[in-house]
């Protein structure tokens, strides 16, 4: 609906200022870790911008993606951070370059000198110097190691604190729905419902849970216990996948 667009609009607006001006207290922390996450997930969404048409130049001809979708950090390192390597090579999405795992708790201007290097595709010129910034805070303390909570193969959470039922009343209900399936995740007929893709992509339900829905009013809640976040996705998992 249109109203549904104008709120798009404003939330989307939101993030962008938070990226361009930086933030003025300490406690802003976790919402700048989650701007990161957002950041990795779609930055060019984010913060309302057009990527290049053609794709990435690192990005495998024969990979599963093309043009504008090669962009986003999470088609080449995936949503457990540990690229091609990791859970997405059992997956019909698989991704296609090196893991960013091991770049946990490395120094940001190291992360931020990575991301810039020449090779890499990006520039400056491409976002605003703090979005960056955001982007290597979050390589260094915003990834969880996915295999603590989720197995590769199965799929199933494995590690969870066990309330997560209560949490998703509290938390996600409101616009989720109880059965997953109030808010549409496409446009497309067809769409899978929340349950469904937390049982085919946990990971990328997890990375959504912990940092939020680019570009909506989704609640980002990295300040909770990863075993508190895998109890609610553990819970999703229970929703009908139709």
Not at 4 to 33: E, I, K, M, N, Q
Not at 78 to 97: E, I, K, L, M
Not at 209 to 217: F, Q
């Amino acid at each position: 609906t249109a109203l549904r667009a104008v709120r798009r609009t404003f939330c989307a607006a939101g993030l962008f200022v938070a990226v361009v001006f930086p933030a003025t207290s300490a406690s802003a922390d976790h919402w700048d870790t989650a701007l990161g996450g957002q950041l990795y997930d779609n930055w060019f969404v984010v913060l309302m911008l057009d990527p290049p048409l053609t794709s990435h130049p690192l990005y495998p001809a024969d990979g599963p993606l093309f043009g504008l979708a090669t962009w986003r950090c999470v088609a080449c390192h995936g949503w457990d951070y540990r690229g091609a390597t990791g859970a997405s090579r059992f997956s019909a999405n698989p991704a296609v370059g090196p893991g960013i795992d091991h770049l946990r708790l490395t120094r940001e201007q190291d992360i931020l000198e990575s991301i810039l290097a020449e090779g890499h595709g990006f520039d400056p010129e491409m976002l605003p110097l703090r979005a960056w910034k955001r982007l290597a805070h979050f390589v260094s303390v915003g990834q969880v190691d996915t295999t603590r909570y989720i197995d590769d193969r199965s799929r199933d959470v494995v590690q969870q604190s066990g309330q997560g039922s209560v949490w998703f009343a509290t938390l996600c209900r409101t616009c989720h729905g109880s059965d997953g399936k109030a808010i549409p995740l496409h446009r497309d007929s067809g769409a899978p419902t929340l349950g469904e893709i937390a049982n085919v992509e946990p990971w990328r339900v997890l990375h959504k849970i912990r940092n939020g829905m680019p570009a909506t009013g989704m609640v980002a809640l990295p300040q909770l216990d990863p075993a508190v976040q895998a109890g609610i996705l553990a819970y999703v998992q229970t929703l009908p996948r139709r």
